[in-house]
């Protein structure tokens, strides 16, 4: 048989070992790669590089480097630790709070918006992504449906809204974005730099391509380019992207990693809740929020150090969490008597929104459901399950690249890992919010979602409360929903000051929303006025028609009106309240 020398030592890269010039060490990589200025664009993948970051903290400390951050999601323990040191002076984000395990405002960056010590620039997620694929492709700008009429337009100076030169239609433009530097946590690499980012890809590899010094790349394993070959279809960030390669197991917590395909008996790790939910308490205040920082990032020397100090026995446990078997599934306590009329306020809403959602997808063919994070995921898992029973199939879709997924009971976070091996389909932000909500098959698609505030003609704001420099936690991927999905149905808590008559920045914009529902009533918007009417109320027992009317006029900021015939919405059955709390176990969404 014909052998060819030189064929044959082509074919040799496959057989190498795990050393190479790029693979190095965490100090070595930021010592050498990183530098005072520059712009960092941070997480592609699943899972953010932590283990990165807190060597950059480590490093940096005291120095006043004036980094600018280019993030998805910054919370309490990936952008917060940058905020309290000083070595941030810019982060363009699209969210900008605490996420895991339920939403809320940060106040330590609540306390840096106010003072104005951080510039603050919001995106919305799909925009972000658009930016740097923009930037990747060497093109100046990228069009898109999102931003519009938003409040978050009138503060960018890299979005304008132009005539699209074929069809005279208005269109928006995002320009491109060009860090310096990418970080990103993927789940192996070669000694090269070709790596395997782990599915779903939220940012794919768009911003190491974009990146101008190319990018950073820890994995939780170093493997030969031979062994990297049986993965190849999975490999997203070339070589040629990448300036240091370095192995870090556990290199994404406290946020989780969950089992990459085929990858036989390596297993990922789930979010670490506890470790989490300490950061959130200690950012209450700067003292606390330091002597945090202290424990967990400035006194570990590396991280090694960190991973000792957390134990074998709880990262083995986070291991453990991940598997599909593993379902927490304890009840509530026997409340005794019924259990409809033991629902809480949430619950209400929820189960009301549950049956509306359902309602509107079988009524108008909807295919794919995208909800944002809260009551209103809640209430599209709960229609999932009931239009199922009904031999009604609709995909749901998480806007970081997750796309026919199954809710699983015992986590209700909206981006819960375990729910990941369900989904049908592992892709990324760019597809999902920019092809299935707001692409060619938008008509297809119902979108759900949360409110701060909303007014009467359906404009959402999740931003900021400009009057009181208040910052709130972003828009996500709510502003591209608002802004692509054919229609949207809002679910929230209803108080005089989140019921108000304008909202004081939109974050997005109501054109399309055709619903809101509370926990007092549904309102429905008249398609001749554009005004959001009452169009039922929460039967409840003991309260006449006119005593509800009431409440819900005294909880409503806009002049009420209504549509001719009020129907009245029944108490949640004890299937849905079972439901409910089989997948809320943690009562953080319906308590």
């Not at 997480?43 to 060597?55: R, V």
């Not at 406290?254 to 990459?260: E, R, V």
């Not at 049956?355 to 709960?382: F, K, N, P």
Request: proline fraction near 6%; include cysteine.
């Amino acid at each position: 048989m014909l052998r060819l020398s030189w064929v044959e030592e082509a074919l040799g890269r496959s057989t190498g070992g795990t050393t190479g010039e790029k693979v190095t060490t965490l100090p070595r990589a930021v010592r050498e790669l990183i530098h005072p200025g520059f712009v960092l664009q941070v997480g592609s993948g699943l899972g953010y590089p932590m283990a990165l970051l807190y060597e950059i903290i480590r490093q940096f400390w005291g120095r006043n480097p004036g980094f600018t951050f280019i993030i998805y999601g910054g919370s309490c323990t990936n952008l917060v630790p940058f905020i309290a040191g000083g070595l941030v002076k810019k982060v363009l984000a699209s969210y900008l709070g605490d996420s895991y395990p339920f939403p809320a405002p940060n106040p330590l960056i609540q306390k840096s918006f106010a003072e104005g010590k951080v510039e603050f620039e919001e995106w919305s997620m799909l925009t972000l992504t658009q930016r740097l694929a923009a930037g990747a492709m060497g093109l100046p700008f990228f069009p898109t449906r999102s931003l519009a009429g938003s409040s978050l337009a009138d503060n960018l100076a890299d979005f304008t809204l132009t005539e699209d030169p074929f069809t005279g239609e208005p269109v928006g433009l995002v320009k491109a974005l060009n860090p310096d530097l990418s970080l990103v946590h993927g789940w192996l690499a070669d000694p090269e730099g070709n790596t395997v980012l782990n599915m779903p890809l939220v940012g794919n590899a768009y911003g190491p391509l974009a990146a101008r010094k190319g990018a950073i790349v820890t994995v939780e394993k170093v493997v030969s380019a031979a062994e990297l070959s049986r993965y190849r279809e999975h490999v997203r960030i070339p070589a040629e992207a990448v300036r240091a390669v370095v192995e870090v197991p556990f290199g994404a917590h406290p946020s989780g990693h969950h089992h990459f395909p085929h990858c036989g008996e390596e297993r990922g790790y789930a979010e670490d809740r506890p470790f989490i939910m300490a950061a959130r308490r200690a950012s209450r205040s700067a003292e606390d929020y330091q002597a945090w920082l202290d424990e967990w990032v400035l006194s570990c020397p590396d991280h090694h150090s960190y991973l000792v100090k957390l134990g074998a026995e709880r990262l083995f446990a986070l291991k453990g969490k991940l598997s599909i078997d593993d379902w927490p599934l304890y009840f509530l306590e026997d409340d005794g008597g019924d259990a409809a009329s033991a629902a809480t306020a949430a619950e209400q809403m929820i189960a009301m929104a549950g049956r509306e959602i359902e309602r509107v997808t079988r009524q108008q063919g909807y295919d794919t459901i995208l909800a944002g994070v809260g009551a209103s995921h809640l209430a599209s898992w709960l229609a999932y399950y009931s239009l199922r029973e009904q031999d009604r199939q609709v995909a749901l879709m998480a806007e970081i690249g997750l796309y026919g997924y199954i809710p699983l009971p015992g986590d209700s976070f909206v981006f819960a890992l375990r729910n990941f091996p369900t989904g049908q389909l592992y892709t990324d932000v760019l597809h999902i919010l920019g092809c299935s909500v707001s692409g060619n098959n938008r008509e297809h698609c119902l979108g759900v979602l949360g409110a701060a505030q909303v007014d009467c003609r359906g404009n959402i704001n999740s931003s900021q409360v400009p009057a009181a420099s208040l910052y709130l936690v972003g828009s996500g991927g709510g502003n591209d929903v608002a802004s692509g999905a054919n229609e949207v149905i809002v679910v929230t808590e209803q108080a005089p000051h989140r019921f108000v008559g304008e909202v004081p920045f939109i974050t997005s914009p109501g054109e399309r929303v055709t619903a809101v529902i509370s926990q007092l009533g549904l309102f429905r918007k008249d398609p001749v006025d554009g005004i959001l009417k009452l169009a039922a109320y929460l039967e409840r027992p003991g309260m006449t028609e006119a005593q509800a009317v009431r409440e819900i006029k005294e909880q409503c900021g806009w002049e009420l009106q209504f549509w001719p015939n009020l129907e009245i919405l029944a108490l949640p059955t004890v299937e849905e309240l079972s439901r409910m709390r089989y997948l809320d176990p943690e009562r953080y969404f319906t308590r």
